[in-house]
């Protein structure tokens, strides 16, 4: 008791300084989560969130057995796999060439165009790629028509937003994960580099043995936060670019659009609720496997 009284003497200022912040996760983050409650209920606005009538398990049931669970968590999870993988290989490959450009000012400008595509918000990118693939006016289906080739109707193939949805996260996101990157390799003591060139190894060898070695921590701590977002599916390029296109959603509905879809089209809130909570609880189960996986692998290199 009297060292819980000369800490508080000691650190007082401390604690009432992380006041406001203790207060701010309270009410937005942990009182929100009673809403779980909504999953298990036929909810109706009349009846509220506890006049409502409670239905156990039937909502899990009717997103299982209707095939729509596994379609959306097949879909959330494999585009963010990609987003992850492919994002990362990209920028890290990036960043290494822009660490080998000599020239300044081509260094900084090329960086700069490329972080562009970042402030870019998706509500403009919908615009532009809606513009772009119109099928009666779009800038592609108008090439198209004078070369003398058939028009593409983009918005009723599925497929084809399987790639176009990757190049465009792509398109948006390189910029910025390259200067995370760029920012590692600026930090790794240039001592490692001139004893390689003494030592007589190309770039190649000095790529492989000093830089990607120094870039697996950024990499891990950027893996593992990506990895506890990987079924949160990017709501905002799913929604501005496909919209409601019911025709694509075998291959772009994800579990962010299939919640907002039950809770502002079809008010269907205890559906959305409990696809909400068992993305909330799959994510939380992923992250801490994946960071067992790692801490048993290296400790060092694992978030806790």
């Known amino acids: 008791m009297r060292n819980k009284t000369n800490e508080l003497k000691k650190h007082g200022l401390l604690y009432l300084m992380a006041i406001p912040a203790c207060l701010f996760f309270i009410l937005n983050s942990y009182l929100p989560m009673f809403g779980i409650y909504l999953a298990f209920t036929k909810y109706n606005f009349r009846g509220g ?21 596994f379609r959306i968590t097949r879909n959330t999870f494999l585009y963010n796999l990609v987003f992850i993988l492919l994002g990362n290989s990209l920028q890290i ?28 918000s998706y509500v403009i990118l919908g615009v532009f790629v809606y513009n772009l693939l119109n099928y009666e006016k779009g800038l592609v289906n108008s090439l198209l028509i004078q070369w003398g080739m058939e028009r593409f109707d983009a918005f009723n193939t599925p497929l084809f937003w399987i790639f176009g949805l990757i190049a465009a996260y792509i398109w948006k996101w390189l910029g910025y994960g390259t200067v995370i990157y760029l ?35 950024t990499f891990i701590t950027l893996l593992l936060l990506s990895i506890g977002r990987i079924l949160r599916g990017q709501f905002d390029l799913f929604f501005n670019i496909i919209g409601n296109n019911g025709v694509l959603f075998s291959t772009t509905d994800v579990i962010d659009t299939f919640v907002y879809r039950s809770v502002a089209k079809t008010f269907d809130i205890g ?18 496997i994946v960071n067992g996986i790692i801490k048993h692998i290296n400790e060092d290199y694992a978030l806790f």
Do not use: C, H
Request: net charge neutral.
């Open 183 to 217: 920012a590692a390799i600026s930090g790794i003591p240039e001592e490692y580099y001139e004893a390689a060139n003494i030592d007589g190894a190309n770039a190649f060898q000095q790529i492989r043995y000093i830089t990607l070695p120094s870039l697996k921590p």
């Open 271 to 288: 559906l959305g609720s409990a696809a909400g909570l068992y993305q909330s609880l799959f994510g939380f189960a992923l992250i801490m």
């Open 49 to 69: 969130i506890f006049g409502s009538p409670f239905i156990g398990f039937e909502n899990f049931k009717y997103l299982l057995e209707s095939g729509t669970l």
């Open 93 to 120: 490959v990036t960043a290494i060439l822009l660490s080998k450009i000599a020239n300044r000012f081509v260094k900084r400008t090329t960086q700069s165009l490329m972080f562009l595509p970042y402030f870019v």
